[in-house]
């Protein structure tokens, strides 16, 4: 019995992309321009992380 091949969506690998260059855009902007600022560390790694997460649904 065949099984299906499943054919991924065309905007998760643009999206996984997106994620991963804003969250290091973000934390080289922070470590540049706004030290001290941790908020922006937290909002670049959940960025990266949401890139990778998004990598695994990638077809």
Not at 35 to 50: K, V
């Amino acid at each position: 019995m065949p099984q299906e091949e499943k054919i991924g969506q065309p905007w998760v690998p643009v999206l996984m992309l997106v994620l991963l260059i804003v969250g290091v855009i973000v934390i080289m902007l922070r470590n540049l321009a706004f030290a001290g600022n941790n908020w922006l560390l937290l909002i670049g790694l959940g960025s990266i992380l949401g890139g990778l997460y998004t990598a695994t649904k990638w077809r």
